[in-house]
């Protein structure tokens, strides 16, 4: 069935590594993914975004990675802070409305 | 700027009472709203979709109701509650004109007893 996952459900990291948190999607009819980041108790906040015809994006610390050819997404923090402690969330969508369909989450936890 | 409220942000509720949860939009006009629901540790599900005014589409059956009766207002409803509809109830918004980014609010967090 259609699916969104996460490989590992926890990181921990020290205070100034890279992290790497990674996703696999089972619809290769899926063109848009989007990471999330989200605090304790808090909504999710939006960190990057990648259409399925590009396979990497980069924001301000963050790069995103696409492989469609083995359905896989990741996300790259580098010079992680104790800030970027959250759950990631990963996302994708199949179609017009945007009706994301989201994976269970990785917990990263960066020591100081 | 654009803003997303929802309220209340937490709500203790006995079983078999009704709900409200209530979600506006400012700063934009005809976004696209979206209700979620987040169990503990787990992944966001999507409970309703609404494009516009009075369009609401159910994405699971449960037993819950949106309605959306303005533009930028989506409320989140249950006549009785259930001990299963605990949880985090997450309203977000997408401009339709613009990326396929949804903004979420701040969230509602609901315990049913």
């Known amino acids: 069935g259609e699916s969104v996952g996460l490989h590992l459900p926890t990181l921990s990291v020290q205070e100034g590594d890279n992290s790497i948190i990674n996703c696999a999607y089972s619809n290769s009819a899926s063109d848009y993914f989007i990471w999330y980041k989200q605090e304790s108790g808090k909504g999710p906040q939006f960190i990057i975004d990648?259409?399925?015809?590009?396979d990497k994006r980069q924001g301000q610390r963050v790069t995103v990675l696409l492989n469609k050819t083995v359905k896989h997404l990741s996300l790259q923090i580098a010079a992680t802070q104790p800030g970027d402690s959250a759950v990631y969330f990963c996302?994708?969508?199949?179609?017009?409305?945007?009706?994301?369909?989201f994976g269970k989450g990785t917990l990263l936890t960066v020591n100081p | 700027s654009q803003t997303i409220h929802q309220w209340p942000a937490t709500l203790v509720q006995p079983v078999g009472s009704p709900l409200s949860l209530e979600c506006t939009v400012e700063g934009t006009s005809n976004p696209n709203l979206y209700w979620y629901r987040q169990a503990a540790g787990r992944g966001l599900q999507l409970l309703f979709y609404?494009?516009?005014?009075?369009?609401i589409s159910s994405e699971v059956p449960q037993n819950l109701s949106a309605s959306r009766p303005q533009d930028r207002q989506f409320i989140l409803s249950s006549k009785k509650l259930l001990l299963s509809d605990s949880g985090f109830y997450l309203c977000?918004?997408?401009?339709?004109?613009?990326?396929?980014?949804?903004?979420f609010g701040e969230g509602s967090r609901l315990t049913v007893l």
């Open positions: 977000a918004w997408r401009d339709p004109q613009n990326s396929g980014e949804l903004f």
């Open positions: 609404s494009v516009g005014i009075g369009q």
């Open positions: 996302a994708e969508n199949r179609g017009s409305n945007y009706k994301l369909t």
């Open positions: 990648i259409r399925s015809n590009m």
